[in-house]
Every structure is written in C-alpha cells, then in structure tokens.
T-cell receptor, first 111, second 116 residues
Framework: AQSVTQLGSHVSVSEGALVLLRCNYS??????LFWYVQYPNQGLQLLLK??????LVKGINGFEAEFKKSETSFHLTKPSAHMSDAAEYFC?????????FGTGTSLTVIP | KAGVTQTPRYLIKTRGQQVTLSCSPI?????VSWYQQTPGQGLQFLFE???????NKGNFPGRFSGRQFSNSRSEMNVSTLELGDSALYLC???????????????FGPGTRLTVL
C-alpha cells in the first residue's frame, strides 16, 4: 500500500530564508511522487514530480525536491522564500489508479 | 491547451437537496478523479473514472455518485445533502491509464459547495 506523511501542518519562514517542507512515503513498489501547491480558493497546481529519472527534481517557482530511498523521503526545498510562496503544499504518491495525498503543510512567509 | 474546468464554481444548497457538479478534463485526457477537500479531513478521494467506467472508489456513502461520458467529461452527484457535505470538490484529469504509475493529475479550480 502507498501513503505519504507530511511532517508539520504549519511552517513559518522569514522572507529570504530557506523553505523546507517534509514528506515521507510508504510504498511497496518504486514510487512516483509529486508535490502540489494550492493557493486560497484554487485547485492544486503541480510543482514537480519524481518518476525515477533523477533523484533531484527541479520544479516551478524555484522549488526542488530530492528523492532519498534510504530515508523514504521526498522533501521540498526552496533556497529563498518569497511572499508569494505562502500557500498550502501537498505531497502525493501514485498508487496505481489512485493518488494518495498527504494532509498538507501550510506555509507562512513572514516579511 | 485549456486546463481542467469545473462548473459551477460556487453552489449553495439546503439540506435534503441534491446537486450535480461538472468537470471537463484536459483535451485527450481519459481519466477523471474526484476529491472532497475540507479543513478537517484534507483531500479525500471519491472515485476515478476511465473510459466511462468507474475504476476506483473511495470510502464515501452511496449518496455520492458519478459518471463519465464518451467525451471524458464527468459529473458528480450528491443526493440528500447533509451539512457535512459542505466542501471544496476538486476534479483532476490525467492522460491515460494511471496503473503504470507515471501519470500526472491536473486539477481544476474546484466547486465550492455550501449546504445550509
């Protein structure tokens, strides 16, 4: 069975500081992992995805994530937070015909 | 290419009524999934349709149903609405069979349903 766990439902960072959002996965097969972002009253937008081609995945808006099999992790990072990064972030794993989403991490950026 | 569209964007209903939500996937996408999003429960999977067939279903009561048409457009119906059905309903489409594990879901903006 597949699942993802997002550690920290709320994360606050100062503008310009490093953003680190944590995601750990559980999968009985090689996983395909995704990060999505959701702005208020909008749907989810794909940030990046891991499909086993490379362990370091670069996405939109300066975000990237590194797949670490030994740690079963797929943490999302951005070197320098911007005010516009304030949103809800979801980690997801593809388990056959269904996506399994984490509970989300709300990112606050402090000016 | 146009994204996933959902109509209506906002809906207000009263308890006991029924509602139908519509989703038009990205052109060429054959799989449509529905999710319910609430502050307390997060994203919960409702069901997934592929080529007009329901392939997977989440843990929701029978009041929640859906269908998919030959053009891949999908509708979701909720009968006998309850206060707890108030949520953002999200539709996502993907290109093909997701069993290979490499497909990506693209989301619409959602329909905000309020049940009074």
């Amino acid at each position: 069975a597949q699942s993802v766990t997002q550690l920290g439902s709320h994360v606050s960072v100062s503008e310009g500081a490093l953003v680190l959002l944590r995601c750990n996965y559980s999968s009985s097969v090689p996983p395909y992992l995704f990060w999505y972002v959701q702005y208020p009253n909008q749907g989810l937008q794909l940030l990046l995805k891991y499909t086993s081609a490379a362990t370091l995945v670069k996405g939109i808006n300066g975000f990237e994530a590194e797949f670490k099999k030994s740690e079963t992790s797929f943490h999302l990072t951005k070197p320098s937070a911007h005010m516009s990064d304030a949103a809800e972030y979801f980690c997801a794993v593809n388990g056959g015909n269904q996506f399994y989403f984490g509970t989300g991490t709300s990112l606050t950026v402090i000016p | 290419k146009a994204g996933v569209t959902q109509t209506p964007r906002y809906l207000i209903k009263t308890r006991g009524q029924q509602v139908t939500l519509s989703c038009s996937p990205i052109s060429g996408h054959r799989s449509v999934s529905w999710y319910q999003q609430t502050p307390g429960q997060g994203l919960q999977f409702l069901f997934e349709y592929f080529s007009e067939t329901q392939r997977n279903k989440g843990n929701f009561p029978g009041r929640f149903s859906g269908r998919q048409f030959s053009n891949s457009r999908s509708e979701m119906n909720v009968s006998t609405l309850e206060l707890g059905d108030s949520a953002l309903y999200l539709c996502a489409s993907s290109l093909a069979d997701t069993s290979g594990g490499t497909d990506t879901q693209y989301f619409g903006p959602g329909t905000r349903l309020t049940v009074l």
